[in-house]
């Protein structure tokens, strides 16, 4: 297979109800939801409830695996659901710097995909923007938090750091 071209952006949008938008996200956003659904019961789970576990569990399956080529599949599989059409946009939803009009993708979401389905499709958009880059997971025994921090960041708030610290002082004094 030729190799694609460097440097081609791609712009996906959805569409429901009427309305345009373009599918954009605060990685920090998903984290910390994601986060606080981990307290939550799964049973009163709204749709989008199922959606952030199984971003959470890409994110964790990454940081396990890297990008392999199963791991692709496994993505590539997951996301089938979620289909989009191209259309060319006009130059008020999206300038370029040519003048001329550029292409999207948008997805349907009146025909909504499974979470499965979306929470895959959200972890591509995360995973190719590079948002990666600056997630860590909490090194506090038994936390499962995800969160962005400078590469050094160990714990996910303060509490955990001090936390941290308590139970390998402990472990120190007993040993
Ligand atoms: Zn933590």
Not at 89 to 102: A, C, E, H, I, M
Not at 110 to 115: A, G, I, L, R
Request: hydrophobic share 35%.
């Amino acid at each position: 297979m030729k190799k694609a071209l460097l440097g081609q952006e791609e712009v996906f949008l959805w569409k429901q109800k009427g309305r345009i938008g373009f599918w954009d996200f605060d990685i920090e956003e998903i984290l910390n939801a994601a986060n606080d659904d981990l307290e939550n019961d799964p049973k009163d789970k709204l749709p989008w409830n199922q959606v952030l576990p199984r971003i959470r569990d890409w994110v964790i399956r990454y940081f396990r695996e890297g990008v392999t080529d199963a791991f692709l599949d496994d993505l590539n599989s997951a996301m089938q659901d979620v289909r989009y059409t191209k259309y060319v946009l006009p130059l008020d939803l999206l300038p370029s710097r040519s003048g001329y009009p550029r292409s999207g993708y948008i997805t349907d979401l009146d025909q909504m995909p499974s979470p499965e389905a979306y929470a895959a499709n959200d972890f591509s958009r995360i995973l190719t923007s590079g948002m990666l880059e600056r997630v860590r997971r909490c090194q506090m025994e038994g936390c499962k938090r995800l969160f962005v921090g400078p590469p050094q960041a160990k714990w996910c708030s303060k509490n955990c750091g001090s936390k941290h610290r308590v139970r390998k002082k402990r472990k120190r004094d007993s040993s």
